[in-house]
């Protein structure tokens, strides 16, 4: 490539120069090609460890003159031909012109005006203007995508140099961090070590110090550990691992709920500057840190952030902190955490002022808003700019009028004259109201966290959870949002709203609220409405409680937004269907029970309590195990602290029952100690009266326990575990959700090898390998493929098997690597077909099973079904009218159903009425019968979410059909015949017995053409017509073949991979057989490649010559001669297809039973099929062409895939 002009001194130090003029000097690399002796070796090593370009660019141009001692380096190249293209571009177009000039300053002056030029005009349209790509890091993913063949469409996102321990011995190299993969390179004296690990197989991720590894990064797949030290910011190294893994594992997770800030950065246009994806993902992190810090909807993104002071107002202080601003909110944070945080809505501001800067008070801004409150920030570095950003902002500000303030929660529920304790808590607020404001605007210290674990009054809970929460935020912002859903989703039927219905009754039931039809339907079209906003989500188990408890404390619409913030923001992941994110807090709720009571973490760990209780403890948040009254209080400090607030009281509680839990035996004695402890949590102060706890009190005839004061137990849980931190907590969480999705992978995996049937003739271990290939492959569509169907984000809630599948291009090249009929050029032709007979439902994808299913038949059986496999490809759907129009639609074998196969043998008329003809009858059949599966299916994937009673007729169709015989299979006609023999003939192509299987085939195909031309004469069409008696066809049945191209075989496009199996080059090796071709083919075309051809001579070189070859019995390859005809000429039909060259019989036709019965005279060819193929050097072959290593050295590599 061109490269930016840039001063070499040393110019001959580690280069040999190879060409030369008075102008430019072509160089090589020491050590570069064969050769090279223990110099290339050190030029090596120096060059991976020094310089991270080096290795990629072997070859260079430097410009220079005559008198000057200064060179320019103008191009460097991967390879010599790609150099000597430059090389030959500057001899034809530069020398001449810099012949004529006087100065050597000017000869430098105009090279490099050219040369910048031309990068110019190569890059107008590969990079957006004013944003500029520094050359190094291009260099750098050029090399990544050359040394572990990537394509173009996978980004570097940043590289670093590291060691790699392999064992004890560190070895320097460069780490390579891409979107999808992590990649390491190592050049030492001759030892290659290349990485290549993909993120969604990553299962840990952690940074780690010990003896042996001095602070290294630790990188764990299913099947090895990897170790990765000497970073020069190991930090940063770690941060950017972290992200990209974390959004790998959620691209497992995630399908369409996978929301657009989530998904991988991909670039929106297709050479988008690379090294900016590093800035994306940073930028990503700031806002989510951002959005989680101050609660605020997921569409927030940060603008900018400042240091500034904030004058507080209630202490009279000056607090330093930061200043934050995104589109729609102005947020403070103190350095202190508790001192103070601030939440600005811009919707609130009414004027924004430069104050008179002061010595005091260094360029002070003033905010105020519409609650009569102003705000006064000092210190700010560049006051101009923020108060043009915010005014930028403010004109984009809606000019309706924000929502008022919220409606007095109503008061039915809770007793009218609250006690003397409820009255304090209510005045405590309001004088904190007066001090630090109320609203979203409210100054949040210390002070408040106090207040809300001293209790929110019953009739403040509703409004400061909706502040607390950030929910506020958004149901002011979608007024009218939600009654829409409601009216949206009334009478919608989905798996959803059925579990609603079947949950609704047992929604807090012992609740007066409930036990009435007005609660009932409040809550349904709460659920129903959050189902239809969030289909991903849908409904869980768990959601009823929480939302009941929402509604007694506020309207429906704001029960509705603090559900979305519950399930959306506060609780992610945890009400999906496999409730990923409770799995994840199990996790972290495990590792914080070993740090902070580890002698009773193994005793937990060995009765397997955690795993019971943890579920129901945080899908709940105390509400199903304690009395509502507590529970409740807990909810309070959640929407203010979070998660965190929910596992410090799980760590107090188990800490309470320690000394009984040491004593349990089982699980059983310990769920019950902690059930009597939990029923006794009770909340005191409540102004409620009692609702009775549907918890039957367990006792073991005991008294029992003593009652535990919620404000106790609060207070004991942030005295004891206060230091966990909710920068902790993400921290942990990321690392336990590697381990979670893994885990969850495994079992689909283990599910979908199980759902196999048992006759499928793989073992576990092969198909669980299979299983990981073809995981891959579907995965590799959402990288580089998105154009295609397989790139659609799979849907977690579908069953396991159809969750992966994978499209015909990608079947295309898993079949090449796997299969052992290889078939040269052909093998591409074989796998289209292969596909289209596993894609029973038309959908151009295919599952697990079928995939399985159509590799058994190549692998497993005997030569029978084999050859049953083999016959199938040769007729239609395997047989595409694109590949061979004459192959005629032969049967309704071949539907849409599955369950097809058992279908009976349709009459031969059948097998030889015209293409439309026949179209139109299938079609009338299908309309009375009524009962088109494919059209089922569409209906079913229609609905949201999809039925899984659909699957589960669909599976149970499958285990009807009944097991089909050899008498089931259509009968194959010529042109389908000798697409058979074409196949057999390239399968042969590179086996050792090559020649004696040549000669089996030809004496083979012989024996069947004549058998076919015996068994027409006892089939004349009269007598099929008069037997099937079919109305419309008195004509005679062979059409034009110009009008009718179902009966032509027509041969696919140039320029596809296809067109070679099309042709008779496959089917002659020897000149002999060429020319035989070239001539029977009835003309010079063939011969002659700069002569186009039309679509007919093709077609008919074709036929007739595949014709010739296979027909030519047992003779020798020497003995056929230029005159060669079809063999069985002397009782020729008059129903046939006359071409220029040659003639293709179209009432020929020959059964399974006759090939079957032809192959097993010959032992070579039945030796051919029996012989067994061992899948699992396929799949490690496979695994190694997968990445091509392309390496510019000649040196042997070891490489080692992740």
Request: proline fraction near 5%; include cysteine.
């Amino acid at each position: 490539m061109w490269l930016g002009p840039e001063e070499v001194l040393v110019a001959n130090a580690l280069w040999v120069t190879e060409r030369a003029n008075p102008f430019f000097v072509l160089q090589r690399r020491r050590g570069h090609g064969k050769g090279g002796g223990l110099t290339g070796l050190l030029v090596g090593t120096l060059d991976v460890v020094l310089d991270s370009s080096a290795r990629v660019a072997p070859y260079r141009i430097l410009h220079q003159t005559q008198d000057s001692q200064v060179y320019w380096t103008v191009a460097c190249g991967s390879s010599r031909k790609e150099i000597t293209k430059h090389w030959e571009w500057l001899e034809n177009n530069l020398l001449q012109t810099l012949s004529i000039f006087d100065n050597e300053e000017d000869i430098t002056t105009f090279v490099k005006g050219k040369i910048h030029g031309i990068i110019a005009e190569e890059n107008k349209n590969v990079q957006p203007q004013g944003d500029e790509d520094p050359g190094k890091f291009k260099e750098a993913e050029l090399k990544m995508r050359k040394q572990f063949g990537m394509p173009d469409g996978e980004k570097l996102v940043n590289y670093y140099s590291c060691s790699y321990w392999k064992g004890r011995v560190p070895r320097q190299g460069w780490l390579y961090l891409t979107v999808n993969h992590l990649c390491f390179y190592s050049f030492l004296l001759g030892k290659e070590v290349s990485l290549v690990v993909q993120w969604v197989d990553v299962t840990r991720l952690e940074k780690n110090a010990t003896l042996l590894f001095p602070e290294s990064i630790r990188v764990d797949t299913r099947d090895q550990e990897l170790f990765f030290s000497m970073f020069l910011n190991i930090g940063e190294t770690f941060k950017l691992m972290e992200q990209l893994a974390n959004l790998a594992v959620r691209q497992l997770l995630d399908s369409e709920g996978f929301l657009e800030e989530r998904a991988p950065p991909r670039p929106p246009r297709p050479h988008r500057n690379i090294s900016a994806l590093k800035r994306d993902l940073d930028a990503r992190a700031k806002n989510e840190c951002y959005r989680a810090t101050f609660r605020l909807p997921r569409d927030e993104r940060l603008d900018g952030h400042t240091s500034c002071t904030l004058w507080t107002p209630f202490n009279k202080l000056h607090i330093p902190g930061q200043m934050f601003i995104s589109s729609n909110y102005i947020c403070f944070a103190s350095k202190e955490e508790d001192a103070c945080h601030l939440i600005i809505p811009l919707r609130e501001v009414t004027i924004v002022e430069k104050a008179d800067c002061s010595s005091v008070l260094p360029s002070p801004l003033s905010i105020s808003t519409k609650s009569k409150m102003t705000f006064l920030f000092a210190n700010l570095k560049d006051r101009e700019f923020l108060v043009e950003r915010i005014s930028d902002f403010l004109q984009k500000m809606p000019s309706k009028p924000s929502g008022g303030s919220r409606a007095e929660s109503k008061a039915s529920i809770v007793d009218a004259a609250p006690e003397a304790k409820e009255k304090m808590k209510e005045e405590s607020w309001n004088i904190h109201f007066f001090e630090f404001g109320r609203g979203m605007c409210m100054y949040r210290t210390a002070r408040t966290r106090e207040l809300v674990l001293k209790g929110i009054p019953e009739s403040l809970r509703g409004e400061l959870w909706l502040l607390f929460s950030g929910a506020w935020n958004e149901m002011v912002t979608h007024p009218g949002y939600y009654a829409e859903l409601v009216e949206k989703s009334m009478g919608k039927y989905s798996l959803a709203t059925e579990e609603i219905e079947r949950d609704l009754h047992r929604s807090m039931p012992e609740h007066p609220a409930f036990q009435n039809e007005l609660g009932i339907a409040a809550l349904r079209r709460v659920l129903t409405a959050y189902a239809f906003r969030n289909p991903t989500i849908g409904y869980c188990q768990a959601m009823n409680i929480v939302t009941s408890v929402l509604l007694l404390y506020g309207s429906e619409e704001e029960a509705f937004w603090l559900l979305v913030a519950l399930c959306e923001r506060m609780l992610p992941d945890y009400y999906n269907t496999r409730v990923v994110g409770a799995l994840v807090d199990q996790g972290i709720f495990e590792e914080l029970t070993r740090d902070f009571l580890p002698q009773l973490s193994k005793k937990m760990q060995d009765l397997g309590v955690i795993s019971s209780i943890s579920l129901s403890w945080f899908l709940t948040l105390f509400l199903s195990v304690m009395p509502f009254e507590s529970a409740v209080v807990i909810v309070d400090c959640f929407f203010y602290e979070g998660i965190k607030v929910i596992l410090q009281v799980a760590l107090a509680i188990l800490d309470a029952n320690m000394e009984q839990l040491l004593g349990c035996g089982d699980e059983g004695e310990a769920m019950t100690v902690l059930g009597r402890y939990l029923d006794n949590v009770v909340n005191k102060q409540s102004v409620s009266p009692p609702i009775p706890h549907l918890h039957a009190l367990l006792t073991s005839g005991d008294d029992p326990p003593e009652e535990v004061d919620i404000f106790d137990l609060l207070k004991v849980s942030y005295e004891k575990f206060s230091s966990l931190r909710a920068e902790d907590i993400e921290q942990m969480r990321f690392k336990q959700r590697l381990k979670v999705i893994q885990s969850l992978e495994d079992t689909a995996k283990r599910s979908v090898v199980r759902a196999i049937p048992g006759d499928i003739g793989f073992s576990i271990e092969e198909l669980e390998d299979l299983y990981m290939v073809f995981k891959a492959k579907h995965l590799a569509s959402q990288y580089w493929g998105s154009s295609r169907p397989a790139a659609v984000r799979r849907d977690p809630s579908l069953p396991y098997l159809e969750q992966y599948r994978i499209d015909a291009h990608q079947f295309r090249e898993l079949f090449a690597s796997l299969t052992p009929w290889a078939c040269g050029a052909h093998t591409p032709v074989l796998a289209g077909r292969m596909f289209r007979l596993l894609d029973e439902n038309k959908d151009s994808l295919i599952n697990f099973k079928e995939f399985v299913t159509g590799m058994s038949g190549m692998y497993h059986g005997d030569l029978t079904e084999k050859l049953k496999v083999l016959y199938k490809l040769h007729l239609p759907p395997a047989l595409s009218p694109e590949e061979a129009e004459s192959a005629l639609e032969a049967t309704h074998y071949f539907t849409e159903d599955s369950s097809s196969e058992a279908s009976p043998l349709a009459s031969d008329l059948d097998l030889f009425l015209p293409w439309k003809v026949q179209e139109v009858l299938q079609q009338e059949e299908r309309e009375e019968a009524g009962n088109d599966i494919q059209d089922k299916r569409r209906e079913e994937k229609g609905t949201s979410p999809p039925d899984y009673r659909h699957y589960l007729r669909m599976w149970a169709k499958e285990k009807e059909v009944q097991k089909e015989t050899i008498k089931d299979l259509p009968k194959m006609n010529q042109e389908q015949f000798i697409e058979l023999c074409k196949t057999l003939y390239n399968m042969f192509s590179e086996d050792p017995m090559e020649q004696d299987l040549y000669h089996a085939i030809a004496t083979v195909a012989s024996l069947l053409l004549r058998i076919g031309e015996v068994g027409k004469r006892f089939s004349a069409w009269p007598g099929r017509k008069s037997r099937d008696s079919a109305p419309d066809e008195d004509e005679s049945p062979a059409p034009d073949p110009p009008q009718d191209p179902a009966w032509e075989l027509q041969p696919p496009a140039a320029g596809d991979p296809q067109a070679k199996a099309g042709g008779d080059t496959h089917l002659g090796k020897t000149p002999q057989e060429s020319q035989v071709v070239g001539e029977g083919g009835g003309g010079e075309g063939r011969g002659s490649p700069s002569q186009p051809l039309s679509d007919d001579e093709t077609k008919d070189d074709m036929s007739i010559s595949s014709y010739s070859v296979v027909s030519a019995g047992s003779l020798q390859c020497e003995d056929l001669a230029d005159d060669t005809v079809l063999v069985g000429g002397e009782a020729r039909s008059p129903v046939a297809t006359t071409h220029g060259g040659g003639t293709v019989d179209t009432d020929w036709c020959i059964s399974f039973e006759q090939i079957l019965a032809s192959i097993l005279t010959e032992s070579v060819l039945v030796n051919f099929f029996e012989k067994r193929v061992d899948i699992g050097l396929k799949i490690k072959d496979h695994r190694k062409v997968e990445r091509q290593f392309s390496t510019s050295s000649d040196h042997e590599q070891s490489v080692v895939l992740g």
